[in-house]
């Protein structure tokens, strides 16, 4: 392994202060993608966005292939459905550099918001305050990602021949009111891929909906799984586990 590669690999994968500082800057080049996804999402394509697609791409492509120099098992990698996402995301972002006709494939910049969950992998490992609020910061992260997911697919799908779907925002309009099975009935589905995609739509939706809600409203709880019976959560005060009862020495608060 050179120096090069080995420097690589500490950025990466070790946990020493300079690392530290690398994956946070990285996770700060991923917040800022995937702001500039969902915002550009709701703009005409203009030769600006097009300009920091390509930025973007080149960037994303580079972080791609870093990771893949370190990695233990790059083949092994390709198993992975997040190695697949960060491909079609890169070719998504670079496609102005190969065809003209972009629409749909711009859509698919929506798959760089996978990307998240990568970073709540970050924070449970660093921040107190994520591992506190973690079961809520994560429903609410399936419930956004999935609303703009969507999005692109309702938007890519219908714009071209549904009239009352001409625009980004009309899409995001469509899904959330499929979501929260408001409908309002102004903007339809027409057909059966249509109608199965609005199905979709809702039962996933109100699902995420409805998890989100249980888990911002019911009790606070600590994580940690007993050793006896494996449950999960308990009482901030617990002592004992209230389903087997073992001894649980739940840390402190900001010890853990």
């Known amino acids: 392994m050179t120096k090069f590669t080995a420097t690589l690999r500490e950025l990466y994968e ?3 202060g300079r690392a530290r500082h690398f994956r946070y800057a990285m996770l700060v080049f991923d917040v800022a993608t995937i702001a500039f996804v969902v915002v550009t999402s709701f703009l005409p394509l203009s030769p600006w ?3 920091c697609d390509v930025a973007v791409g080149l960037c994303v492509l580079l972080d791609f292939a870093v990771r893949l120099l370190v990695s233990r098992a790059p083949l092994r990698d390709f198993g992975h ?8 995301a890169v070719a998504s972002f670079l496609a102005p550099l190969l065809v003209e006709g972009v629409g749909f494939l711009r859509i698919l910049r929506t798959l760089r918001m996978l990307r998240t969950y990568h970073l709540l992998e970050r924070l ?53 009111t499929s979501l929260t099975t408001t409908g309002y009935g102004d903007i339809t ?14 039962i996933c939706g109100v699902t995420l909906f409805f998890r989100l809600a249980q888990v911002v409203f019911r009790p606070y709880k600590v994580r940690l799984p ?26 402190d608060e900001g010890v853990c």
């Open 14 to 16: 070790e946990d020493t």
């Open 189 to 202: 589905l027409p057909g059966p891929s249509g109608r199965l995609l609005s199905v979709f739509v809702m």
């Open 49 to 51: 966005i097009v300009a």
């Open 124 to 176: 449970r490992q660093d921040s107190r305050l994520f591992r506190r609020n973690e079961d809520a910061i994560l429903a609410a992260t399936n419930l956004v990602v999935f609303v703009f997911t969507m999005t692109g697919i309702v938007y890519a799908t219908q714009h071209d021949h549904n009239p009352a779907i001409q625009t980004p925002v009309d899409a995001l309009y469509f899904t959330v």
């Open 81 to 88: 459905l997040s190695t697949w996402t960060d491909l079609v």
């Open 226 to 251: 007993c050793t006896a019976c494996g449950l999960q959560r308990h009482e901030p005060d617990a002592v004992h586990c209230k389903a087997c009862g073992n001894l649980l020495n739940i840390p």
